[in-house]
C-alpha cells in the first residue's frame, strides 16, 4: 500500500538553528511528494513539491530533495524563525484508478523559541 | 483566484444533532476532499467526489456522507453526532485533470464541537 512516515516530534529549536524534518514513504507506482504546513488554527498550505526523482522543491528557504533509492523526502532549512513554527505534513500522491490519491503523514510539530 | 472556503468556521452542536458542512473548491477545480483532524488522530481522509461522485471513501462510519453539486462544491453531513466527532474538518480540491502532479490545496476548516 501507500504510506507515508515522518519523524512527529515536536522538535523545538532555537532561532537561526539548522532544520531536519524527516520523510520516507512507500509507494505503488511513481509519487509526487509534497511538503504542507499548517499554521495555528487554519488549514494546510503547500510549502514546497518534487514529482520526479532528484527534483529539489524549495520555497521561503525551505528545501526537499526527491530521493528515489532512499524512498525519502527530507525538508531541511538553514536557519529557522520563530515564525516557522508549525506543523508540517508530508504528503505523497499517486494516480491509483479512482484518479489522484492523497497519503498524508502524521504532522511534525515545530517549535522555534526566540 | 480565489481559495477554497469553508463554511461555517465554527459550529457548536449537543450529541445527537445532525450537522451539514459547506465547501467550495477553488473555480475550476473538479476534486474536493475531506479530511478530519483530532489532535489524537491526526489527518484523517473521509472521502472524495469528483463529477457528482463519490469516488474514494476513507474507514468512518455511514454516520458521514456527503455529496457533490454540479457547480463542485460540496457539503458533508454527520448525523446523531457523538462526542469523538469534535474535530477540524478539511476540504481540500485539486484539478483533477488525470494528472499526478496536481496539487491538493486546503480550506481553513470547520471546527465543530460537540457537548
Known amino acids: 500500500g501507500n504510506s507515508v512516515t515522518q519523524m512527529e516530534g515536536p522538535v523545538t529549536l532555537s532561532e537561526e538553528a539548522f532544520l531536519t524534518i524527516n520523510c520516507t514513504y512507500t509507494a505503488t507506482g511513481y509519487p509526487s511528494l509534497f511538503w504542507y504546513v499548517q499554521y495555528p488554527g487554519e488549514g494546510l498550505q503547500l510549502l514546497l513539491k518534487a514529482t520526479k526523482a532528484d527534483d529539489k522543491g524549495s520555497n521561503k528557504g525551505f528545501e526537499a530533495t526527491y530521493r528515489k533509492e532512499t524512498t525519502s523526502f527530507h525538508l531541511e532549512k538553514g536557519s529557522v524563525q520563530v515564525s516557522d513554527s508549525a506543523v508540517y505534513f508530508c504528503a505523497l500522491s499517486v494516480l491509483d484508478n479512482y484518479g489522484q490519491n492523497f497519503v498524508f503523514g502524521p504532522g511534525t510539530r515545530l517549535s522555534v523559541l526566540p | 483566484k480565489a481559495g477554497v472556503t469553508q463554511t461555517p468556521r465554527y459550529l457548536i452542536k449537543t450529541r445527537g444533532q445532525q450537522v451539514t458542512l459547506s465547501c467550495s473548491p477553488i473555480s475550476g477545480h473538479r476534486s474536493v476532499s475531506w479530511y478530519q483532524q483530532t489532535p489524537g488522530q491526526g489527518l484523517q481522509f473521509l472521502f472524495e467526489y469528483f463529477s457528482e461522485t463519490q469516488r474514494n471513501k476513507g474507514n468512518f462510519p455511514g454516520r458521514f456522507s456527503g455529496r457533490q453539486f454540479s457547480n463542485s462544491r460540496s457539503e458533508m453531513n454527520v448525523s446523531t453526532l457523538e462526542l469523538g466527532d469534535s474535530a477540524l474538518y478539511l476540504c481540500?480540491?485539486?484539478?483533477?485533470?488525470?494528472?499526478?502532479?496536481?496539487?491538493?490545496?486546503f480550506g481553513p476548516g470547520t471546527r465543530l464541537l460537540v457537548l
Open positions: 481540500a480540491s485539486s484539478a483533477a485533470g488525470g494528472y499526478n502532479q496536481e496539487t491538493q490545496y
